[in-house]
């Protein structure tokens, strides 16, 4: 099992996202349907507390942007989760852009 955190900046406001509701998702096999496992808000800093992942699988992170009124109304990351303590993936915002990389 691995521990996972992510952060939402608004880098256009320079300042955190608070208030985005993240939905963490697994998918046993390839091509199968995705599982809800895990939901959080973002709190003031941004963040959400450690989510758990369901092991060695695909994974993806849903963020619900529909309230920032920016182009993209939700972002989805998809990664691949190893044997490890611990993964970040944070999400780096603009109103017509968007970033992510693999945290420490």
Do not use: K, N
């Not at 691995?2 to 096999?29: F, K, M, N």
């Not at 849903?62 to 109304?73: A, E, I, K, M, W």
């Amino acid at each position: 099992m691995t521990e996972l955190t992510t952060h939402v900046l608004d880098t256009a406001a320079g300042r955190p996202a608070a208030g985005i509701s993240v939905s963490l998702q697994t998918r046993a096999r390839a091509g199968g349907a995705w599982a809800e496992i895990a939901v959080a808000t973002t709190d003031a800093d941004g963040r959400t507390a450690p989510l758990a992942t369901a092991g060695a699988q695909p994974h993806r992170i849903v963020f619900d942007l529909s309230g920032l009124g920016g182009f993209y109304p939700e972002v989805s990351i998809t990664f691949e989760v190893a044997d490890e303590p611990h993964l970040h993936v944070p999400l780096l915002l603009s109103p017509f852009g968007y970033t992510t990389y693999r945290g420490s």
